[in-house]
């Protein structure tokens, strides 16, 4: 019992800030002790506020009280201080939020160092002795200091529940057992914990194979970055001499056309000085001109042929009269040279699109993207089934087959009136809108038609109706042996043989619409990158006499 007296007084005179004995100890009015360093420092931090307050009432002073030492207290704690108590360690001062009380302390809570399961309670180092030194005591099980005891105790027996009840999957105590958890399976918490930590270990060992599997990923992931960083910088590396090459080609070509058209200037400007002197000049420019022409007819390469002959092939007028009349010759040149400068642009245009097409197939996408697949099976994952819908059928289109098949036939055929049918062109629309990853399959039959991927809102009945003509819709045409993709009126050559099956591959959200010939291998035939702003609807337009049906998959 003095020990206890002794641990309340030292409660008593200790400071609440710095849980020391008070030095210089100090009472605010609202009657709290404290040490004259401690609340000093505290009310310091509020001077940008203005008001101060108790650190333990929370009453609050303005302006900031006078401190005067109180010297009786002071006194008190002298007294205190020689009888040789020992201050508390710091690992038994007062349990703070972060800390687990105990549950034995009165009046200033002491941290505990152990919890008892046994006993659903909390202890200090003083009152964990006895579970060291009494026999029956020691046998309980103790753990680090916890917050949940009680989370472990029945609610409504007040029990440790050291049972669990597989059939409802709860702790329970020995009198739920018994009691509404009788007929129910039910074995020791400790046997349940046996077996599921034997599922721990598993899940454990699944973890950390799958930890290993994705490290792996990781690595490969790494190097592919690194490929594809350096075929990236090589290609740049080497596009960027190739239009170094083709700078300087053009540079070349600009200097002989300016050479070419000063020396016709002095070759229009000497006759008119000297009739033979012209004469003979026309003489040496006509050798000189049949000469390039000999030498360019033995030219191999047909492109620098077809670039130089034309500059090469026009012929000076002859200056057999000193007539003088009106002379074009310069502006023909520049004429010239802007038909080159159009038919340039015209292939930059041509290869520039194929260009870009060329960028979107490289190959930087994961394991699991279809865009890896050369056989049609890794399309065919994306497969999805397409209808027609009747309603959009232009009348002499036939639909068959459930809706899958459309043959262009002569005859109107007897479909209701309705705002979504084509009027103007041989088109359908599926019934099924189109996102994420879709794929289908086209089989054509007769001379061909259009496969095309269109918005619901494309017009019904003007003449930008026609699946490619407009901004809402892309279409593969196949027809006469021709393969042509059109969007927006623009149309670009396809290049290869007509096919007789077309697979279509879209991936809406990363904007890819793909056309493919289907055969032994899929062949790419034309693809789209952009962004889509609406779902797509599958579409067909027919020539006369032609069936074109979605295939099914299997």
Request: net charge neutral.
């Amino acid at each position: 019992m003095a020990q206890k007296g002794v641990q309340l007084d030292r409660e008593t005179f200790s400071c609440s800030i710095c849980l020391d004995l008070l030095e210089d100890p100090v009472a605010t009015t609202c009657g709290h002790s404290y040490c004259m360093k401690c609340i000093k420092t505290h009310w310091d931090e509020e001077d940008r506020k203005g008001i101060y307050s108790c650190p333990e009432c929370r009453q609050t002073f303005t302006p900031r009280p006078v401190l005067m030492k109180n010297t009786m207290l002071a006194v008190l704690v002298d007294e205190m201080k020689k009888t040789g108590l020992p201050a508390a360690p710091a690992d038994l001062c007062c349990a703070g939020a972060e800390y687990v009380a105990c549950d034995v302390c009165t009046g200033r809570k002491l941290k505990a160092l152990k919890s008892c399961l046994t006993c659903s309670a909390s202890y200090c180092e003083q009152h964990l002795q006895p579970h060291y030194d009494v026999a029956p005591l020691s046998k309980h099980k103790l753990v680090e200091p916890s917050k949940k005891l009680q989370e472990d105790v029945c609610s409504q027996h007040n029990e440790v529940m050291k049972m669990f009840c597989r059939t409802d999957q709860k702790s329970i105590c020995n009198l739920c057992s018994v009691d509404q958890h009788k007929d129910h399976d039910t074995v020791s918490a400790a046997a349940e914990r046996s077996e599921k930590q034997k599922e721990l270990e598993v899940s454990r060992q699944n973890i950390q194979q799958r930890i290993q599997d994705r490290e792996k990923d990781v690595k490969l992931l790494q190097q592919e970055v690194q490929n594809i960083n350096r075929s990236a910088d090589k290609t740049v590396e080497d596009s960027e001499k190739i239009f170094t090459e083709l700078i300087r080609l053009m540079q070349k070509r600009s200097s002989e056309v300016k050479q070419q058209v000063r020396s016709q200037q002095e070759a229009e400007v000497s006759p008119v000085r000297e009739l033979q002197e012209k004469l003979q000049q026309e003489i040496s420019e006509l050798k000189r001109k049949d000469a390039e022409l000999k030498k360019l007819s033995h030219t191999e390469d047909h492109n620098q042929f077809l670039h130089s002959y034309p500059s090469l092939s026009a012929l000076s007028p002859s200056t057999s009269s000193i007539e003088i009349r009106p002379r074009r010759r310069f502006e023909d040149v520049t004429a010239v040279v802007s038909r080159v400068r159009d038919k340039l642009q015209d292939v930059l245009r041509e290869e520039w699109t194929k260009l870009s097409l060329t960028l979107t197939e490289v190959d930087v996408l994961l394991s699991d993207s279809p865009a890896e697949s050369t056989t049609r099976a890794g399309f065919l994952k994306y497969s999805c089934e397409i209808t027609l819908d009747p309603n959009t059928a232009y009348t002499k289109l036939l639909l068959s087959e459930g809706d899958r098949k459309a043959t262009h036939m002569r005859d109107h055929q007897s479909y209701p009136s309705h705002p979504d049918r084509f009027t103007t062109y041989y088109q359908v629309l599926s019934r099924e809108s189109l996102t994420g990853r879709c794929y289908w399959e086209v089989e054509w039959r007769g001379s061909g038609g259009r496969v095309a991927a269109s918005y619901k809102n494309i017009s019904r009945g003007s003449d930008d109706s026609a699946f490619g003509r407009n901004d809402k819709s892309w279409s593969l045409e196949c027809f006469n042996n021709k393969n042509t993709f059109l969007y927006n009126t623009i149309k670009t050559p396809v290049s290869g043989p007509q096919p007789s099956r077309v697979g279509v591959y879209l991936d809406h959200s990363a904007g890819i619409l793909s056309f493919y010939s289907v055969s032994e291998t899929m062949t790419l035939l034309h693809r789209v990158q952009t962004k889509f702003t609406q779902p797509l609807y599958a579409g067909l337009m027919l020539g006369y006499g032609v069936t074109a049906e979605f295939c099914k998959q299997k």
